[in-house]
């Protein structure tokens, strides 16, 4: 089965750091450009970053730009986001969301996503 | 960055009949080398993530209903739904790829008057 299943969200303080990992399967990750878009509590869509084919190749938004670094590991088909510093602003779900073959920048695959929360 | 904007913020309409979502752009999304429009639509249902309806603005994704169309050029774009259906209740956004930082709409809630 095709599917993208994310892990490693939970509670963390304000500062502090988390990773969460996206877990890939079901076709050749290592083909795919592959992004975290997040959703705060009650909120819309917010494209945070994106990482191509080359993994030397990664866009920011803004808003976590210097503080989050994004990742992969294509032997093992997965997908990471560092997330340092974190603000209460990031609360959100993060989902993990597979661009289509050819790279264009829309996202035909998503997971079920992983919260994160910050809060002290 | 490209600012997305939808109208309305919500809307009821009637079972079977027609929905209209519509969706503008700060600045065109639509590249002129291979004329194509870098605008996508999805689908939100409650505690579910987004799926795929329509990209290149009008090009329906592979096992979504005939009744979901898009349509429009440039920075004005248009999400319809022809005949609502119960399951079509949900938040609908509208994105842009053109260029980085991607960027979302604020979605439209649609519901069943």
């Known amino acids: 089965e095709v599917q993208l299943v994310e892990s490693g969200g939970g509670l963390v303080q304000p500062g502090g750091s988390l990773r969460l990992s996206c877990a890939a399967s079901g076709f050749t990750f290592s083909s795919y450009s592959m992004n975290w878009v997040r959703q705060a509590p009650g909120k819309g869509l917010e494209w945070v970053s994106d990482?191509?084919?080359?993994?030397?190749?990664?866009y920011y938004a803004d808003s976590v730009k210097g503080r989050f670094t994004i990742s992969r590991d294509n032997a093992k088909n997965s997908l990471y986001l560092q997330m340092n510093s974190l603000r209460a602003e990031d609360t959100a779900v993060y989902y993990c969301?597979?661009?289509?073959?050819?790279?264009?920048?829309?996202?035909?695959?998503w997971g079920r996503g992983t919260l994160v929360t910050v809060s002290s | 960055d490209i600012v997305m904007t939808q109208s309305p913020d919500s809307l009821a309409v009637s079972l079977g009949e027609r929905a209209t979502v519509n969706c503008k752009s700060s600045?065109?999304?639509?590249?002129?080398?291979?004329?194509?429009?870098?605008l996508a639509w999805y689908q939100q249902k409650p505690g579910q993530p987004p799926k795929l309806l329509i990209y290149?603005?009008?090009t329906r994704e592979s096992g979504v209903p005939d009744r979901f169309s898009g349509s429009g050029s440039g920075t004005d774009f248009t999400l319809t739904i022809s005949s609502l259906q119960a399951e079509d209740v949900a938040v609908y956004y509208c994105?842009?790829?053109?260029?980085?930082?991607?960027?979302f709409g604020q979605g439209t809630k649609l519901e069943i008057k």
């Open positions: 969301a597979r661009n289509p073959i050819g790279g264009a920048g829309y996202f035909d695959l």
């Open positions: 290149w603005a009008s």
């Open positions: 994105q842009q790829y053109y260029i980085t930082p991607y960027s």
């Open positions: 990482i191509r084919i080359s993994s030397t190749t990664t």
């Open positions: 600045q065109s999304v639509l590249y002129s080398s291979n004329n194509k429009n870098y």
